[in-house]
């Protein structure tokens, strides 16, 4: 079943055309990945699916984003609403200066105006639990979460967005600031999100692309070239472009 779609899908800053007539559509409970060169689209992509570009001067979006059939860049869609829906995870983690508990709960209290304790618990063991790190971080809930390893907070950012139950979970380079082993067990992490959430990763690692995805889409220049089976990308692709990119020619 799709849950997001981008319908000839265009973005500017401000002359320069970074997305051009992008096409595509992503399964629910199934893990994209988004690959190609530095520059050619990728993290602009993403960013239009929680309307991240907004927030940069001088962009101008047409066409149409797609979630549950609704279209994301009518004036009518709320940002609030939006961004519980559509989370994002980003290239290194940004925990806030706040302690891990405060950390998780953070947006359930922006999103509920009145909340009991019991419930921010029952959330916070949930998140955690999650993401596999309850064990470690049981005892040390009000311990500033700057402290923890970079693995741990890249976790605890995963945990803190669950919290707020989004449908869709945006990843930028998740991995990229983290050691190969650290690396493995966030991979391992995401095949374990994706039986709740839909979720879309752009990778510079084509080899963490080819481990982790369901589908796979190559990016040049703005457009999207390729799309389907990450196998068949990787092995059979249909256009000589990407053949080019996975097999090192360029990029």
Known sequence: MEKLQARNLNLWYYDFQALKDVNVSFEEKKITAIIGPSGCGKSTMLRAFNRMNDLIEGVRTEGKILIDGENILNNGMGLEGLRKKVGMVFQRPNPFPLSIYENIVFGEKIHAEKIKKGRLERIIEDSLKAVFL?????????????GLSL????????????????D?????????????QATARIEELMRELKNN??????????Q????????????????????GRTEDIFTRPKDRRTEDYITGRYG
């Open 151 to 166: 693995e741990q907070k890249q976790r605890l950012c995963i945990a803190r967005l669950i919290a707020v139950k989004p």
């Open 208 to 227: 963490q692309a080819a481990r982790v995805s369901d589908e796979t889409g190559f990016m040049l220049l703005g457009e999207l070239i390729e799309f």
């Open 197 to 206: 959430y839909t979720i879309i990763i752009v990778t510079h690692n084509m």
């Open 168 to 180: 869709v979970v945006l990843m930028d380079e998740p991995c990229s600031a983290l050691d190969p």
């Open 134 to 146: 309850w064990d470690d971080l049981k005892d040390k809930l009000h311990k500033p979460a700057l």
